[in-house]
């Protein structure tokens, strides 16, 4: 149990267009679902906390109107990158919190161009 | 704020034990695990601690000491797919809600 799907898992863009990533937990509920970024070989960094039927809660020098994002139900979240540039390319990775653990799902790669 | 740290890089021998530090400050300490991620891969979880004291799952064990802001993860037996990054992380509550701060990982390479 406990697991986490994310689609796309790689998406190549041109500059200047918008990227939608969902985040589904395949067979729990969650309330609250993260997302994070990695740069290469640096380690995971929070954007924002996504709370099903609320705001999200955006870290620290994370743009809210460049990385929309969207907790619609109880097993999804999107985030949408908009108007993406090359300093945009990384991993990104989600993960859905049941219990006292988060799951992580595998991870999106962006690549924009 | 919050500050996690942990070696950048160790390397170890095949057969072998090996232990990775971490250490934190946080304003709201809630619990602190540790993932191993491969490369281009999702972290997987490995460990979690909220109470002092040894925490032992198979090869790998995790100890923790909230007062000295203190952790660390044994890795007994190493196998060649351990070589991975390890990545320390403190849950934090201090804004009111829940969330996985992580370290900058370790990256871990066994020998033969």
């Known amino acids: 149990g406990a697991v986490v799907s994310q689609h796309p898992s790689w998406v190549i863009c041109k500059s200047g267009t918008s990227v939608k990533i969902e985040c589904r937990s395949l067979?729990?509920?969650?309330?609250?679902m993260f997302w994070y970024r990695q740069f290469p070989k640096q380690s995971l960094m929070l954007m924002a906390t996504?709370?099903?039927?609320?705001?999200?809660?955006?870290e620290q020098g994370v743009e809210k109107d460049k990385f929309l994002i969207n907790h619609a139900s109880l097993t999804l979240s999107t985030l949408t990158v908009t108007s993406a540039h090359p300093e945009d390319s990384s991993f990104y990775i989600c993960?859905?919190?049941?219990?006292?653990?988060?799951?992580f799902g595998p991870g999106t790669r962006l690549t924009v161009t | 704020g919050q500050n996690i740290d942990q070696p950048t890089e160790m390397t170890a021998t095949e057969g072998a034990i090996v232990q990775i530090n971490c250490t934190y400050q946080?304003?709201?300490?809630?619990?602190l695990f540790w993932y191993q991620q491969h490369a281009g891969e999702a972290p997987t979880f490995l460990s979690y601690?909220?109470?002092?004291g040894l925490e032992e799952k198979g090869r790998f064990s995790s100890f923790l000491s909230r007062s000295k802001g203190y952790s660390y993860l044994l890795l007994k037996e190493l196998q060649m797919k351990d070589s991975a990054s390890y990545l320390c992380?403190?849950?934090?509550?201090?804004?009111?809600?829940?969330?996985?701060?992580f370290g900058a990982g370790t990256r871990l390479a066994v020998h033969p």
């Open positions: 993960s859905a919190r049941r219990d006292s653990q988060q799951y």
């Open positions: 067979d729990f509920q969650a309330t609250t």
């Open positions: 996504s709370n099903e039927g609320s705001k999200a809660t955006y």
């Open positions: 946080t304003s709201g300490f809630n619990g």
């Open positions: 601690n909220v109470l002092d």
């Open positions: 992380a403190v849950r934090d509550n201090a804004g009111g809600y829940n969330k996985l701060i």
